[in-house]
T-cell receptor, first 112, second 115 residues
Framework: GQSLEQPSEVTAVEGAIVQINCTYQ??????LSWYQQHDGGAPTFLSY????GLEETGRFSSFLSRSDSYGYLLLQELQMKDSASYFC?????????????FGQGTTLQVKP | ETGVTQTPRHLVMGMTNKKSLKCEQH?????MYWYKQSAKKPLELMFV???????ENNSVPSRFSPECPNSSHLFLHLHTLQPEDSALYLC??????????????FGPGTRLTVL
């Protein structure tokens, strides 16, 4: 089957660094995406890893190891506005039939 | 604002009602998606349209009927729903269907309650 595992909740303090892990069991995934969703809001794209290694976008970085079926999202210099749910999503299919298979999401609570 | 709008934002309906959800994207994208988001569960892909053609039906019950009259509009027609269908229904669009490369832009969702 296809499934992605994430911790359900993470708590951290403002200014800290937090890592949200994502492990997956599936075949046919060719990348890993991350989305952020604030309470009551729409999911918004954060990052995409097609290759192994680290992708950095400002305070957020994402890592993928396809051999380990593992990735993570790293959030640095946490701010209160980073309190949200974070979803990893495996990219399944081929280049013109791709679809996202989402994990259950990790609720991040940033405390003062 | 993501460029994807959904109406209505909230909907309460009885099990015998017929209603429709509407999604419109102003991004010039070719692919559109319906997702279901229930509490404590992953987003579930329901349908995918690419260039107005349905390319994916993820084993969705027939009481959900999608319609894509053009690349900018997507509807989800609902009839004889069950209480367990209560959820947030999200519409998304992407330039094409290259999965991760083609970022999906989500609308704000319709919060559906079935009584």
């Amino acid at each position: 089957g296809q499934s992605l595992e994430q911790p359900s909740e993470v708590t951290a303090v403002e200014g800290a660094i937090v890592q949200i892990n994502c492990t997956y069991q599936t075949s046919g995934f060719y990348g890993l995406s991350w989305y952020q969703q604030h309470d009551g809001g729409a999911p918004t794209f954060l990052s995409y890893n097609a290759l192994d290694g680290l992708e950095e976008t400002g305070r957020f970085s994402s890592f993928l190891s396809r051999s380990d079926s593992y990735g993570y999202l790293l959030l640095q210099e946490l701010q209160m506005k980073d309190s949200a749910s974070y979803f990893c999503a495996g990219v399944h299919g081929s280049s013109n039939t791709g679809k996202l298979i989402f994990g259950q999401g990790t609720t991040l609570q940033v405390k003062p | 604002e993501t460029g994807v709008t959904q109406t209505p934002r909230h909907l309460v309906m009885g099990m015998t009602n017929k209603k429709s959800l509407k999604c419109e994207q102003h991004l010039g994208h070719n692919a559109m998606y319906w997702y279901k988001q229930s509490a404590k569960k992953p987003l579930e892909l329901m349908f995918v349209y690419n260039f107005k053609e349905q390319t994916e039906n993820n084993s969705v019950p027939s009481r959900f009927s999608p319609e894509c009259p053009n690349s900018s509009h997507l509807f989800l027609h609902l009839h004889t729903l069950q209480p367990e269908d209560s959820a947030l229904y999200l519409c998304a669009s992407s330039q094409d269907r290259d999965g991760g490369k083609d970022t999906q832009y989500f609308g704000p969702g319709t919060r559906l309650t079935v009584l």
